[in-house]
């Protein structure tokens, strides 16, 4: 995608957004998801991927997109790039996640907004809600009056 002024703003709300969905992608090991990329076993990947999100959005918005890639060098720690895409109310966005061993980041690629502003700051202030709209709200259990 074509870096413009709200590129980064957008990619750091993302990473904010999917940062429990990346700790529990970084739980499987490196060589697995090697292996899957690897041997193209792109469904075991979306199960992966989809049992990771579960926990903390609502069924289909973060779902494995069409591949992935890996870097495993002998004078290097492996690098797993996973293509996804996040589809909260009224967005769709396609990005590449990079785990590595001691760092993850996200790549927007393409965000599709369905009914955009002509404003882009609104746009963001859009997809910040629309993320935590999507997401699983913990509430407290309230005591009970006696």
Avoid at 25 to 46: K, M, N, T, Y
Avoid at 95 to 100: E, N, R, V
Avoid at 105 to 112: C, L, P, R, S, V
Wanted: proline content about 6%; overall charge negative; charged content about 25%.
């Amino acid at each position: 995608m074509k870096k413009n002024p709200f590129s980064e703003q957008r990619e750091r709300i993302l990473a904010d957004a999917l940062c429990p969905v990346v700790s529990e992608l970084r739980l499987i090991d490196a060589a697995d998801l090697i292996a899957l990329l690897r041997f193209e076993r792109h469904g075991s990947l979306a199960d992966l991927v989809s049992s990771a999100a579960e926990l903390y959005f609502h069924p289909g918005t973060v779902r494995f997109g069409i591949g992935g890639d890996y870097r495993l060098d002998w004078d290097q720690e492996p690098e797993v790039s996973l293509d996804l895409e996040i589809r909260p109310r009224g967005v769709t966005v396609y990005a590449k996640l990079t785990l590595g061993k001691s760092l993850a980041g996200i790549e927007i690629n393409h965000i599709a907004f369905q009914n955009p502003s002509e404003n882009p700051e609104e746009n963001t202030r859009f997809l910040t809600a629309s993320l935590a709209e999507s997401r699983f709200q913990y509430t407290p259990p309230t005591a009970l009056a006696s």
